[in-house]
């Protein structure tokens, strides 16, 4: 007993992190883990806010000797983040039980007996108190019991563990968060001192600041940290003083001593510079994430699509054990009021505040919520311990009722999570990259599946490097201009007047003033245009396809006069004339996982809608062998997919 009392924080994250091996995702995912593995390897600047703590520490794991591929030894970092999360949640909950009777209600008629003399020397002595009327006598076998087995629920959460199978600011934000209530919580229960302020807070000052420095989900914790700590100095001179000396002494130095590291490496001109933050202000454009604020408190209806969403998937995130976690808010209500009001407000805060961002991949903003909800849960743990009597085995087998409800929950979510035979994203991008022709342009928007991850594979693995990949969406951006012509100098060269006449209509529109909406677009389309007219003539240029069936279907994006275009492989290529234009063998692998989601949905229908596209065009020019070719290519590969009617017959005869 002796050696679990000592190392039963560590098992807990150590049995966390063995799982998330099992389930560590063994190359770039979808969305952002190709540009911030890229990010962080090459000291680069992210999107926003920029995640400068985030950056600089994967840059420092990715430094170490490890015979890994470099995403796999970030991918592996991400483990390290929440299981250590997990670890110090843990902590966290085993220091709640020692001091329960900190969180309890003293009732009012008690209250009025005691003297303020003798209410002092309570708050003083409370620490060494057993919580005998406030949950039981919870003897220390089960509080380390208890806090352990709240570890592996919060750490087999679907949501939390998601966050630690691949690279995302997410996992050290978990490790934050969790690292933000325990720094928070000790300081509440230090003894206060009215001269000054205390270790503890100023430690609490310095974590907090530090977590500003990855994310701004941060500021979630903030309501819940004004109840605790005005609950405990009230409103008053002292503790007005306090908050001051915190934020200039630690806050303050430490959050824009890290937030130097954007315009300072931004001045450099790092191959990945999203926003260029070398002024003040693009660096406040920036940190604030102000191009993403136009999702955020869209309209009560898009809040009220999220929260249903959350409460529709509850039971998906915790199985089982969410039955422990209902029946620890009643606990935690009767026996541990002040705890409870800190946690329903850290809870509310942060659900009500995240459903007010309208986007699809909401789930990591709910991340908080799951740790607040699981911090109920250790109440509901606690109850059955002392409550779930089987004679002299009594908590043993109430202990081992609540590992199987966590056993069930790993179990469900176990598949949810499994992304180590998850190569799609690389197949993908490394097949558009293979399929052009040396010194390429390819200009699409399809961030999540190609984009992102070809700036990994291109800048770390030096992946057809000679290939040009642009973002349609970002030559929206005035910093994308500069960091294009960082990496391909030649591709702009020839468009520096029409590039200066859409930087000059931007300039107010970035800076939230008045701005021509009309001129804005006209110049946005002829920049487009002319990225084909000024390169076509020394470089093959190539389109993805969602360009092709949005903006340019809608007349939004035109080719140059006598342009067409011609499906080639995964992409479409712009050629001159109405010729036959032959093109390579889909020799390509791409290997779709047994779990899919949106994205390698996407990638199926993005990769067979373009080989029906090539077999078409052959058979448009009467080569039907070619375009069986291509027909048995998705025959082969994407057996389930349904070929347009008469395809497979045509190709037949």
């Not at 190709?34 to 430094?63: C, D, M, N």
């Not at 001192?193 to 100023?202: A, I």
């Not at 209902?326 to 209500?333: F, L, N, P």
């Not at 002040?338 to 309208?358: E, G, M, T, W």
């Amino acid at each position: 007993m002796g050696f679990f009392k000592k190392y039963y924080a560590v098992l807990t994250g150590l049995v966390v992190f063995i799982v998330y091996v099992t389930t560590l995702a063994p190359s770039v995912v979808e969305i952002d883990s190709g540009e911030l593995a890229t990010v962080q390897v090459l000291l680069g600047i992210a999107h926003p806010t920029g995640y400068p703590l985030f950056t600089l520490l994967g840059h420092l794991f990715s430094l170490l000797p490890f015979h890994f591929s470099k995403i796999y030894q970030l991918n592996l970092l991400t483990a390290v983040w929440c299981s250590l999360a997990a670890m110090v949640f843990t902590v966290t909950c085993k220091a709640i039980l020692d001091n329960i009777s900190f969180f309890a209600i003293i009732p009012s008629s008690h209250k009025a007996k005691l003297s303020k003399k003798e209410l002092k020397k309570k708050g003083q002595t409370d620490k060494l108190q057993t919580s005998r009327n406030v949950i039981g006598i919870i003897e220390e076998p089960l509080k380390y019991t208890a806090a352990v087995l709240s570890g592996l629920m919060l750490g087999f959460d679907k949501t939390f563990w998601n966050q630690g199978n691949a690279v995302e600011v997410y996992s050290l934000q978990a490790f934050m968060f969790t690292l933000i209530i325990w720094a928070l919580l000790k300081a509440y229960i230090a003894p206060a001192d009215d001269k000054g302020v205390t270790k503890q807070w100023l430690i609490f000052a310095g974590i907090l600041a530090l977590s500003f420095t990855n994310h701004l989900t941060t500021l979630f914790v903030l309501p819940a940290t004004a109840y605790l700590y005005f609950e405990k100095f009230r409103f008053k001179k002292y503790s007005i003083k306090r908050l001051i000396i915190m934020i200039l002494a630690v806050f303050l130095p430490i959050l824009i001593g890290i937030y130097l590291y954007l315009p300072i490496r931004a001045a450099q001109n790092p191959a990945l510079n999203w926003g260029n933050p070398v002024d003040y202000e693009r660096l406040m454009r920036h940190v604030s994430g102000w191009q993403f604020q136009v999702w955020f408190f869209k309209s009560t209806d898009a809040m009220k699509k999220q929260l249903d969403y959350y409460f529709s998937n509850l039971f998906s995130e915790f199985n089982l054990c969410l039955l422990i976690y209902i029946g620890g808010i009643v606990i935690s209500y009767i026996k541990a009021r002040k705890f409870f009001i800190f946690n329903i407000i850290l809870f509310v805060f942060s659900l009500l505040y995240a459903s007010n961002y309208d986007i699809v991949d909401i789930d990591s903003y709910f991340l908080l919520t799951y740790i607040s909800f699981t911090f109920f849960g250790l109440f509901g743990i606690v109850w059955i311990l002392l409550n779930l009597h089987f004679k002299k085995y009594s908590h043993s087998i109430a202990a081992a009722v609540v590992f199987l409800f966590i056993i069930t929950e790993l179990t469900f979510n176990y598949k949810e999570n499994d992304l180590k035979d998850v190569y799609c994203f690389e197949d993908y991008s490394k097949s558009v990259l293979n399929s052009v022709k040396p010194n390429s342009i390819i200009f699409s928007y399809s961030w999540d599946i190609l984009v992102s991850p070809s700036c990994y594979f291109q800048l770390i693995e030096h992946y057809r490097q000679d290939v040009v990949v642009i973002d349609k969406e970002l030559l929206r951006r005035s910093w994308y201009y500069n960091q294009v012509n960082t990496q391909h100098p030649k591709v702009i060269t020839n468009m520096k007047g029409d590039i200066k006449t859409f930087l000059d209509a931007l300039v107010p529109f970035e800076r939230s003033e008045a701005f021509d909406a009309n001129l804005l677009e006209a110049a946005y389309r002829k920049i487009m245009t002319d990225l084909v007219a000024t390169n076509i003539g020394s470089r093959e240029f190539y389109i993805s396809p969602e360009l092709v069936d949005n903006e340019m279907k809608k007349g939004e994006f035109v080719l140059p006069a006598g342009y067409t275009l011609v499906p080639d492989n995964l992409l479409f290529r712009v050629v001159k004339g109405k010729e036959y234009v032959p093109a390579s063998n889909p020799d390509f692998t791409i290997r779709i996982p047994q779990q899919s989601n949106r994205y390698t949905l996407l990638i199926v229908n993005e990769t067979v809608g373009m080989l029906t596209q090539r077999a078409l065009y052959e058979l448009q020019f009467n080569k039907t062998d070619r375009a069986r070719l291509y027909i048995n290519k998705i025959k082969k590969d994407f057996p389930d997919y349904i070929l347009p009617a008469g395809l497979s017959e045509a190709t037949n005869k």
